[in-house]
């Protein structure tokens, strides 16, 4: 074992600790927890630094598949808010920008749109009344 390190996030001369330690992670209010990953762990702000290759090949799988469901639930959500708008794909590719394609490729799941976009439907998904002046 190598003499621990400080952790590089943090950059504030936090030491690592060795040890098996769970890590939760969170995106877009899902989250997935990887039991048991060895490693230098930081005590401050949670990173780790793997010592083990298969716990490293768990926690990469494991973030891909949540990286993938939080793009479903992203895709859904940008579908379902278009429609309550009484917009089609391609109008709403027209206004927000993108091109008439855009919005199949994100309800899909297959780009992702600008954070502006998703910003701008969350904010008329509560209020369906600005539209009119965002068209206009």
């Known amino acids: 074992m190598r003499t621990p390190t400080f952790c590089l ?9 060795y040890g098996a330690r769970d ?3 969170a995106i877009e209010g899902l989250s997935v927890t990887v039991p048991k990953v ?20 768990r926690f990469s799988e494991a973030m891909a598949a ?5 793009d479903l639930q ?3 959500s940008l579908r379902a808010i278009r429609k309550k708008l009484g917009l089609k794909q391609a109008e709403a590719g027209k206004l927000f920008g993108g091109g008439a394609s ?9 780009t992702q749109p600008h954070k502006s976009t998703v910003l701008l439907l969350k904010l008329l998904d509560k209020h369906p009344d600005l539209l009119k002046e965002l068209a206009a």
Request: proline share 2%; glycine share 8%.
């Open 9 to 17: 996030q943090c950059d504030d001369g936090t030491l690592l600790e």
């Open 23 to 25: 890590l939760v992670e």
């Open 38 to 57: 060895h490693g230098w762990h930081c005590p401050v702000c949670g990173e780790c630094e793997f010592t083990d290759k298969d716990d490293s090949q």
């Open 66 to 70: 949540l990286r993938k469901s939080a």
């Open 74 to 76: 992203r895709a859904a």
């Open 102 to 110: 855009a919005f199949s490729e994100y309800e899909c799941g297959k």
